[in-house]
Each structure stands twice: as structure tokens, then as C-alpha cells.
């Protein structure tokens, strides 16, 4: 069975500056898809980054990366230079490849950005 | 990106009701569409997963017959509430993946339906 963790509850950041929103996973398959989705208080999920299993190269995406460690099996988003409208729930999420291909989420990070 | 339109948004409903929410592809074609429910301050639980054309696939301890689902067409599958009550007041979204689509797989989300049962 498919396992997201997210350990950190809350963080802060300082505008202009990088965090990191840790996320590990575990699974059974060779082959899955790992997600970051953004939950802004309005409560639309918004798709940050993917990152595939066998892709090679961390995924980029604007301001957003992702610090893939397969052998250690975590997916920690990077967010630089960090604004105010970073603000939000933060969600991890995994993809198994087989069957219906289905995306359990993490328990999520609450990030709060202060001037 | 593809839009995934919810409706209601939000609804407020007696106790013992039953309470619709539709979940509409707009751009593409979806013959897979997944339901989740988030309490307050908590993740996305998956309910269920939603197929064009027949009958819904339910994660355990999701009740069948309280969770109805419905996906009748590539780009409309429902979720109806049935006999709601309070414990059911939570944030339901909807998510699709696009059949057709040269992408990553993600899946688009609609924008979620509120449901408070009085």
C-alpha cells in the first residue's frame, strides 16, 4: 500500500527566502508518479510540480523544485524566493502506475510566508 | 490547463436529505474521475473512484450506499449524498485526468463543494 508523509505540520518563512517542505513516500512499486499540489484558503488544488519515477533530473518549475532522493524515497519541495501569496496548505502526493492510477495525498504542511 | 467545474459549491442542507454535487469535465474527456472528501485542517481522503460506464470503485470504509456514484458520460460524474447528516458536513472535490492527454497524468480538480448538514 501506497504511504505519503509529511512531518512538518507549519512552517515560516521570510519573504525572499528558500524553504524546503519535507515529503517521504513509500511503495512497493518500481514504477509511481509523486506530486506537489498548493491548497490556498479558497480551497482549489493547485498542481505545483510532478516528478516521475524514472526521470533522472529533479523536476523545476518556475520558483518551485523538487529535491528528488530515490533511495532515501523523498520528494522535499523547494519554494525560492518566497512571496506572501506562497502562503497556503502545501500537499504531497503519490500516483501508483497500475490501475486506476490513484493520487493519495500526504497530510500536508501549512506554510506561512511574513514580510 | 483542462477545467473541472463543481457544482454546487456550496450547499446547506436539513438532516435527512439528500444532496447532489456534479462534477463536470470542460475541456476534455475524462473516463476516469476520482472523489475526495477533506475535513477541516485535514488532507484529501479518496472516497471513491469514479468510472465512465460503470459501477464506482469505494476505498474501504467508504458506505456504497451513502456515497452514491454516478458517471454517466466522459465528463460528468456525480456524487450524491444520500440521507446526509451532520458527520457528513465536509469539503468534497472532484479531480479528473484527461484520457487523451500528451501530460504528466496530473489529475485537474474542480474547485470543491461545501457541504454543511443542519
Known amino acids: 500500500a501506497q504511504k505519503i508523509t509529511q512531518t512538518q505540520p507549519g512552517m515560516f518563512v521570510q519573504e525572499k527566502e528558500a524553504v524546503t517542505l519535507d515529503c517521504t513516500y513509500d511503495t512497493s512499486d518500481p514504477s509511481y508518479g509523486l506530486f506537489w499540489y498548493k491548497q490556498p484558503s479558497s480551497g482549489e488544488m493547485i498542481f505545483l510540480i510532478y516528478?516521475?519515477?524514472?526521470?533522472?533530473q529533479n523536476a523545476t518549475e518556475g520558483r518551485y523544485s523538487l529535491n528528488f532522493q530515490k533511495a532515501r524515497k523523498s520528494a522535499n519541495l523547494v519554494i525560492s524566493a518566497s512571496q506572501l501569496g506562497d502562503s497556503a496548505m502545501y500537499f504531497c502526493?503519490?500516483?501508483?502506475?497500475?490501475?486506476?492510477?490513484?493520487?493519495?495525498f500526504g497530510t500536508g504542511t501549512r506554510l506561512l510566508v511574513s514580510p | 490547463g483542462a477545467v473541472v467545474s463543481q457544482h454546487p459549491s456550496r450547499v446547506i442542507c436539513k438532516s435527512g436529505t439528500s444532496v447532489k454535487i456534479e462534477c463536470r469535465s470542460l475541456d476534455f474527456q475524462a473516463t476516469t474521475m476520482f472523489w475526495y472528501r477533506q475535513f477541516p485542517k485535514q488532507s484529501l481522503m479518496l472516497m471513491a473512484t469514479s468510472n465512465e460506464g460503470s459501477k464506482a470503485t469505494y476505498e474501504q470504509g467508504v458506505e456504497k450506499d451513502k456515497f452514491l456514484i454516478n458517471h454517466a458520460s466522459l465528463t460528468l460524474s456525480t456524487l450524491t449524498v444520500t440521507s446526509a447528516h451532520p458527520e457528513d458536513s465536509s469539503f468534497y472535490i472532484c479531480s479528473a485526468r484527461d484520457r487523451g492527454g500528451e501530460n504528466t497524468g496530473e489529475l485537474f480538480f474542480g474547485e470543491g463543494s461545501r457541504l454543511t448538514v443542519l
Open positions: 502526493a503519490m500516483r501508483e502506475e497500475k490501475g486506476f492510477q490513484k493520487l493519495v
Open positions: 516528478q516521475g519515477s524514472y526521470d533522472q
